[in-house]
């Protein structure tokens, strides 16, 4: 079986995934919208969610399994992450909503200025039933529908062009599929931590475990704590937004940085940096050359000392896509290619008229 989609399989899948579940979710919301709500939700939107995430994992799951693709080597379903890497999620997750939403509250009131006001569909009335249904609804259920499909299937074929490539467009498809224009920012910004917490742990469930988190912090702010959205600065707010912002991206570079430690020293783990070669006649056993202990904290500068250089970025574009375990294919010509494009092209026009509609409205 393949282990590999190409970037015309990733465009491909992406476009049956994103029909199919809009498809699903708009007959759903049509048929069940006189039945009544609950929560200050409509009955639809609370079962057309859940099935939009299914189609999603079982648009991707039917397509690779049709293309003769190993689904759960491609999905990293299989592999297993050092435990401790597991630490850090729930600090990357705080991070993220720490140094993205000031971002996504100055992109917002730039929206406001151009005329659009729209809104996240969410519960309004919060009761403990009401709060616990939207954590599996709008926080478990997602997670797994949307990283199976994005992280576990078309980043695979995306990931075909290059480190930042894939976790660039990978990152651009999840935000324009959402097509809010209120979470733009947050979704790009939250896709790529995502995609990066996927390739650094080489298996599907932390970026699971993290995107359960976000759900999970969006869903508790929203029910308990709305007041955070009227937190007011002054005419000092554009300053501090930035100022957290920059804050918060620092303090998640040196997160994923150790979470990559973590993870990284756990690739020998277990065969004490011995491998072995055997087959029916003889054995040959290798052993890892042993390495001078380094200080984590000195090496996290460093590391983050190198961004601000051509050479850095494009180390770090090499290690992503070593840890990425795909085969370099790079640029094709336009027809072998064309699903990609039209699937980025079908979702930016999407999110345009959204744009657009918002604002006439």
């Known amino acids: 079986m393949r282990r590999q989609l190409s970037l015309n399989e990733s465009g491909f899948v992406f476009i049956i995934g994103v029909v199919v579940t ?21 009955i ?3 079962i057309a969610y859940p099935v939009g995430s299914i189609g999603f994992f079982f648009s991707a799951f039917l397509f690779v399994k049709l293309k003769k693709c190993d689904f759960l080597y491609i999905a990293r379903v299989n592999t297993k992450p050092r435990a401790v890497s597991f630490i850090l999620i729930p600090f990357i997750a705080v991070c993220c909503v720490v140094a993205f939403y000031p971002l996504t509250a100055m992109f917002i009131r730039l929206l406001n200025v151009m005329g659009y006001y729209g809104s996240v569909t969410a519960p309004t009335d919060f009761t403990p039933g009401v709060f616990v249904l939207s954590m599996i609804i709008m926080a478990i259920i997602p997670a797994f529908g949307e990283e199976f499909f994005m992280r576990g299937t078309v980043y695979n074929g995306v ?13 651009l498809l999840f935000m324009l599929m959402h097509g809010n224009p ?34 999970f912090i969006s869903i508790l702010v929203t029910a308990y704590i ?13 300053l501090y937004d930035i100022l957290i912002s920059i804050g918060g991206i620092i303090v998640l570079v040196f997160l994923l940085y150790f979470f990559y430690r973590l993870s990284k020293s756990g690739k020998n783990g277990g065969n004490n940096g011995e491998y072995k070669i055997v087959t029916d006649d003889f054995t040959i056993t290798a052993y890892a050359e042993d390495k001078k202990k ?16 051509k050479k ?5 574009n090499s290690k992503l896509f070593d840890l990425s375990k795909v085969d370099y294919v790079g640029p094709k010509p336009f027809m072998q290619e064309i699903s990609f494009w039209i699937a980025l092209i079908v979702v930016a026009v999407e999110w345009v008229i959204a744009l657009i509609v918002g604002i006439i409205r």
């Open 312 to 316: 850095g970025w494009k180390n770090l």
């Open 294 to 309: 380094s200080n984590p904290i000195k090496d996290a500068f460093i590391f983050f000392g190198s961004l601000f250089t």
């Open 182 to 215: 209120y979470q733009t920012l947050f979704q790009f910004f939250f896709g790529v931590v995502l995609v990066l917490v996927f390739i650094i742990s080489d298996s599907i469930w932390p970026s699971i475990i993290l995107h359960f988190l976000n759900n």
């Open 44 to 46: 639809g939107t609370w």
């Open 22 to 42: 809009t498809v699903l979710q708009n007959i759903l919301a049509f048929a069940l919208q006189n039945i009544g709500e609950f929560g200050g939700m409509s």
């Open 159 to 171: 990931a075909t062009r290059g480190g930042w490539f894939g976790v660039a467009m990978t990152a």
């Open 226 to 238: 709305p007041q955070i959205d009227n937190i007011n600065f002054g005419n000092m707010w554009p």
